[in-house]
């Protein structure tokens, strides 16, 4: 028995291990779903108030199969139950990997990044917070 569980707990190791998404540069942040990985960073860095900024995203499939086909970004301020005024236009750099141009934050506060990721399945929402002075 101490044998089968062993046998489990490592493959379960090594499923997490085999989606590691493949971003250029530093994450800004990495994310789960019960299907996805997704790590994500900004273009520039340090985004500002009323500049447009890009997003770069990478994703993989925990268990090892296609990485989705498809990402869609936005953004919007739970608290004040808006979002951006300007639509990101996302354009694939190859299988798992985008670039979300055209985001803009028109003022500081807490805004939420959302990603939705569709591959075979069900649209998958990942979110991630982020305060901006």
């Not at 291990?17 to 779903?33: F, K, V, Y």
């Not at 340090?46 to 900024?53: D, Q, W």
């Not at 990603?115 to 979110?127: H, K």
Request: glycine share 10%; hydrophobic share 45%; aromatic share 8%.
């Amino acid at each position: 028995m101490k044998r089968v569980l062993a046998g489990l707990l490592l493959a379960a190791a090594s499923l997490c291990d085999a989606c590691e998404p493949a971003l250029d540069g530093a994450p800004l942040a990495r994310l789960d779903s019960p299907r996805y990985v997704l790590a994500f960073r900004t273009e520039p860095a340090r985004v500002a108030v009323g500049e447009h900024f890009a997003v770069l995203v990478a994703a993989c499939r925990k268990d090892g199969g296609r990485p989705p086909a498809e990402l869609r970004v936005d953004a919007h301020m739970p608290a004040h139950r808006h979002g951006m005024n300007y639509a990101a236009s996302v354009r694939p750099l190859g299988p798992g990997s985008w670039r979300a141009d055209g985001l803009l934050f028109h003022m500081p506060g807490d805004w939420e990044f959302l990603f939705d990721l569709r591959g075979d399945g069900p649209t998958e929402r990942l979110s991630h917070p982020y305060r901006l002075e």
